[in-house]
C-alpha cells in the first residue's frame, strides 16, 4: 500500500493560508439535524469522554492575561447555525479586533457557528487566527464547517503564527452534507482536504486541546510545515492533547512535515470513509518529520490502523491503547511503518480482534527491494499484543525486547542486525510463534509458552519455522 499516493493532492501551503477573498452571497443553510458528537464532561470543561486525564494549564507564556468575551451582538454574529458567510466574516473581524487591542484570551460563547465563504475555486475558508492568542471556546459552543462543494477547506487555519491555542467546545466538519463536485482537472470527486484545524507554515508553539474535532472530510488536524528539500523543519512545538476526535474522514491527524509535537492524551476513533484513514498518519510527503512523542492515546474503530509512519525520524509511540473495536475492521492494522521509519515502539497495548489484509499483525513494517538508508535502529519494547505478532521484512537494525505476544508471534525475513531478547510469546503452534527466513543477528531469553526457546541467530543468515 502506498500512503504517497494518498498524499499527491495535499494543497501547497500557499493555498492555505487562510484566502479571505468576500462573496457578497451567503451560502444556502441546511436544516440537517445537528451531528451528534461526543460532548466535554460537562462536569469539567477541561476534559473529554475518553481514557484521558484532564490538563488543567494552558501555554500562555507569551499570550496576555487580558480577557475578551466575544460579544456576538455586537458583532452581528449569528450562533444559531445560520448565515456562513456573515458568521465568518463578523466573527474573523471580532477576533482582530481583540488581538490587535492586546487581548490575549479572546473567549468564544456558548452557541452554534457555521462557518464558511469563498476562498477560491478549490478551497473553502474559514477563521484564521493571529499571533500571541488563545480561543477559549465555551462547552457549548460548536464551530461548524457548511455544507460546500470545495476540495479543500479549513474552519481554523494558524498560518506562520506563533504562540497560539485552541481550546474547549466542539469542531466539526461537514461530511454528513458536503456536495463531491467532479474536479475539472481529471474528474475526481475524492475531495480528502476538508480539515478542521490547519497548522501550516513555520507556525511554531501551537497547542490544540480539550477540544471535540469530529466529522471533517479529510482530517481532524492537519500539519504541512516547510517545503520538500528543507534541510530544517520550522514548524515545530506543536501540542496537541485531551482532544476527542471522531468520524474524521481521511485521517485523525496528519504529519506532512513537523518537528517536536507532542500528541498525549486524546481518544483517536472512528476513522474511516477514503484513504488511508489512520488514526495519526507521519508522512512528510518529502518534508521533514522527526523529534515526535505519541504518547498516552486511546485508538479505537479506526478503519485503515491507528499509526503510520513513513519516513520520521526519532518517534516516541509509548503507553497507548491501540484496539480494533467491536464490529470494525482494520484494512493495514495498528502500527504500520516503513524500513526508513526510525522510532521507539514502548509499552503499547495492542489488541485485535480479527484479522487485517496482513494478517494478525499489530506492528508491520512495510519494505521493498531498495537498500535502508536510515542507519538509526529501531526499538520495539515491553508491548503487549493481544490476538497478534510483530512482522518484519526487508530491512535492518532493529532491537525487540521485551514483548508479550499473547496468542501472537514473530516473524522476520530478510533482515539484518535483529536483536531478539526476553520475549514471550504464547500461542497454540510452535512453528507458528517464531518464523525465520534469512535473518541474522542475536537472540537470547525468549520463551514459548513459558519456556525457554533456543533461537540461534548469528551474523549468518539463518531460516526457522518458517510458513509460506
Not at 9 to 32: K, Q, Y
Not at 177 to 188: A, E, I, L, N
Not at 306 to 331: C, F, H, P, R
Not at 410 to 417: I, R, T
Amino acid at each position: 500500500m502506498n500512503f504517497t499516493t494518498n498524499f499527491k493532492l495535499i494543497i501547497i501551503v500557499s493555498i492555505l493560508l487562510g484566502l479571505h477573498s468576500c462573496s457578497e452571497e451567503e451560502s444556502d443553510t441546511d436544516n440537517d439535524v445537528v451531528p451528534q458528537i461526543i460532548q466535554a464532561d460537562p462536569e469539567n470543561p477541561n476534559s473529554v469522554v475518553g481514557p484521558m486525564q484532564a490538563i488543567s494549564s494552558l501555554p500562555y507564556d507569551a499570550i496576555a492575561d487580558k480577557e475578551y468575551i466575544i460579544d456576538v451582538e455586537k458583532w452581528e454574529i449569528p450562533n444559531n447555525r445560520t448565515a456562513p458567510v456573515k458568521t465568518t466574516d463578523n466573527l474573523q473581524a471580532a477576533i482582530d479586533w481583540a488581538s490587535n487591542e492586546g487581548f490575549g484570551k479572546i473567549r468564544l460563547p456558548k452557541g452554534h457557528y457555521l462557518l464558511g465563504k469563498y476562498g477560491n475555486d478549490i478551497y473553502q475558508a474559514g477563521i484564521e487566527l493571529n499571533n500571541n492568542m488563545a480561543l477559549l471556546l465555551d462547552k457549548e459552543a460548536v464551530i461548524e464547517m457548511a455544507k460546500n462543494d470545495k476540495w479543500n477547506y479549513c474552519a481554523i487555519s494558524i498560518n506562520n503564527a506563533k504562540h497560539v491555542v485552541v481550546s474547549g467546545g466542539t469542531i466539526i466538519g461537514d461530511r454528513d452534507s458536503h456536495v463531491y463536485t467532479p474536479r475539472q482537472s481529471d474528474g475526481s470527486t475524492v475531495h480528502d482536504e476538508g480539515h478542521l484545524i490547519c497548522i501550516n507554515g513555520e507556525s511554531q508553539f501551537i497547542t490544540i486541546e480539550n477540544t471535540v474535532l469530529a466529522k471533517a472530510n479529510g482530517d481532524g488536524i492537519l500539519m504541512v510545515g516547510s517545503k520538500k528539500g528543507a534541510t530544517e523543519q520550522k514548524l515545530k512545538n506543536i501540542v496537541v492533547r485531551n482532544n476527542n476526535f471522531s468520524e474524521n474522514r481521511r485521517q485523525g491527524i496528519s504529519l506532512v512535515g513537523s518537528s517536536e509535537v507532542l500528541i498525549e492524551n486524546n481518544e483517536i476513533h472512528h476513522t474511516r470513509g477514503t484513504s488511508p484513514q489512520f488514526g495519526i498518519d507521519m508522512e512528510g510527503a518529502g518534508r521533514i518529520n522527526k523529534n515526535i512523542t505519541i504518547r498516552s492515546n486511546y485508538f479505537h474503530h479506526n478503519t485503515g490502523g491507528d499509526i503510520v509512519n513513513t519516513a520520521a525520524k526519532n518517534v516516541l509511540v509509548e503507553g497507548n491503547v491501540l484496539t480494533q473495536g467491536e464490529g470494525s475492521t482494520y484494512i493495514d492494522g495498528p502500527i504500520v511503518y516503513w524500513k526508513n521509519a526510525d522510532w521507539t515502539i514502548k509499552n503499547n497495548d495492542i489488541t485485535l480482534l480479527s484479522p487485517t489484509v496482513n494478517n494478525w499483525n499489530g506492528i508491520i513494517m512495510y519494505s521493498n527491494d531498495k537498500p535502508k538508508i536510515n542507519s538509526a535502529t529501531t526499538y520495539i519494547m515491553e508491548n503487549t499484543c493481544n490476538n497478534c505478532g510483530f512482522y518484519m521484512y526487508k530491512g535492518a537494525d532493529l532491537v525487540v525486547e521485551d514483548n508479550y505476544l499473547n496468542n501472537g508471534h514473530l516473524a522476520f525475513w530478510l533482515m539484518k542486525n535483529l536483536t531478539l531478547e526476553n520475549n514471550k510469546v504464547a500461542h497454540p503452534q510452535k512453528c507458528w510463534a517464531y518464523r525465520f527466513l534469512e535473518v541474522s543477528g542475536t537472540a537470547k531469553g525468549n520463551t514459548y509458552n513459558e519456556e525457554n526457546f533456543d533461537i540461534p541467530l548469528s551474523e549468518t543468515p539463518w531460516n526457522g519455522c518458517w510458513i509460506n
